[in-house]
């Protein structure tokens, strides 16, 4: 085994339950307990990943922090992974890293959004990953530890501590973990990473700031339209109502009625995209938009650079914003501002009417899903980090 030079302190203990209770002491877990970061377990994974311990992984600017391969190792050891689950925790990061995922808010807001992680390619089988019965429930290493280990990481290394910084309302349980596999050998479209136009035989992480999941029963539809005008309701439900992007995790049973009448990936985007709709007058009269001024300042207080598909979504703004006028009765506003909003995969038991629809973290637009390749990085590194601090001396 490779032995590294860790900046970290290292630590002895003799009593392991003496050992758990200083974790949560220190604030240094999710609630749960964690296996212990020997110096021994975490060479492992630097080494299964390829990586130097002073490799930086992620950068926080707004915090002024780096994420380094070392505290990742830690952190994973800590989550319960296997050493071969490093490289899809340092997709995600870099992934969340990107300026469009908007990473500091979207662990700190009120609004409570945990990374929705779904993963493609070869490697979910090389993890043994779930993507079938009981995705989004326990029993699949991979899926749970994957998911925890990101969020160990939030709170260890960005300083996302629960009630700290990390401010969220009421947050959901997939901040604990929220990691699944696309089912793509049941799945009648291309999967996801293949539609976002990788190689099938490439391996990726899509990471989208999400709410928790809308559960969408449907066991007596036979027909598209008819499926996928309840799928839209449910997608335009007023509580959960934004311009922000969706997640849809269809059942292979559901999608199989789909496409079995020749409906594209691209059709039934399209569909939702149109059926998914409140009237303006609505989302004005229940307090949605309109009466307490323009989200447009909010929008610009998060992002000092233009978006992909902003000005459209600012023309929205301005058409939703002041009071309420007779034309709003009959203007019909959709979730999202695209099509391409909804981000569309296949996964579940092969048995059952149940799929699932995932808002967007926030009232707005403010995180838009990510997409990165598993151990490839190209120019992944940040380039302006010489002036940011590891925080390596004080948290696991």
């Known amino acids: 085994m490779t032995e590294f030079n ?10 392991p ?12 877990t999710d609630g749960l307990p964690v296996v212990p970061p020997t110096p021994e377990r975490v060479f492992e994974f630097l080494e299964a990943s390829g990586s130097q311990p002073s490799d930086i992984i992620a950068t926080i600017p707004t915090r002024n922090r780096v994420i380094t391969a070392e505290k990742v190792a830690i952190n994973c050891v800590m989550a319960g992974c296997l050493p071969g689950y490093m490289l899809v925790v340092i997709a995600v990061l870099q992934a969340m890293a990107e300026p469009y995922y908007v990473f500091h808010a ?3 807001s009120t609004g409570g959004a945990a990374p929705f992680i779904v993963v493609n390619g070869p490697m979910r089988h090389d993890l043994k990953m779930n993507s079938g019965v009981n995705v989004f429930g326990p029993g699949n290493r991979a899926n749970a530890t994957i998911g925890r280990a990101v969020r160990l990481i939030l709170i260890n290394v960005a300083g996302a501590q629960p009630s700290v910084l990390d401010k969220s309302t009421q947050g959901h349980p997939g901040k604990y973990s929220f990691c699944m596999a696309e089912a793509e050998e049941v799945s ?8 976002l136009g990788f190689d099938a035989d490439v391996s990726t992480v899509t990471v989208f700031a999400a709410e928790s999941p809308h559960g969408i029963q449907n066991h007596e539809s036979g027909k598209p339209e008819e499926l996928l005008t309840c799928i839209a309701c449910e997608m335009a439900s007023m509580g959960g109502f934004s311009l922000g992007q969706s997640g849809l995790v269809l059942s292979p049973e559901h999608a199989n009625i789909i496409a079995k009448s020749g409906w594209s990936k691209r059709q039934v985007k399209e569909f939702l995209f149109e059926h998914a709709t409140q009237t303006a007058a609505d989302l004005k009269r229940l307090g949605k938009f309109g009466q307490k001024g323009s989200r447009i300042d909010s929008l610009k207080l998060i992002s000092s650079f233009k978006r992909p598909n902003e000005d459209l979504h600012l023309k929205r703004l301005a058409e939703l914003g002041g009071e309420l006028k007779p034309e709003d009765e009959t203007t019909l506003v959709s979730r999202g501002v695209v099509p391409e909003d909804i981000l ?3 996964a579940g038991g092969a048995a059952g009417g149940h799929s699932a629809f995932i808002p967007s973290w926030s009232r707005g637009r403010a995180s838009l899903f ?17 002036d940011l601090q590891t925080i390596g001396d004080i948290r696991p």
Do not use: M, N, R, Y
């Open 370 to 386: 990510q997409t990165k390749p598993i151990g490839v990085c190209l120019d992944c590194k940040p380039q302006d980090s010489d």
């Open 344 to 346: 569309l995969v296949v």
């Open 106 to 108: 979207s662990i700190t």
């Open 6 to 15: 860790l900046a970290s302190e290292i630590g002895e203990a003799e009593d």
């Open 188 to 195: 009648p479209w291309e999967p996801l990473h293949v539609e």
């Open 17 to 28: 339950i003496a050992l758990q209770e200083l974790f949560f002491e220190k604030g240094w």
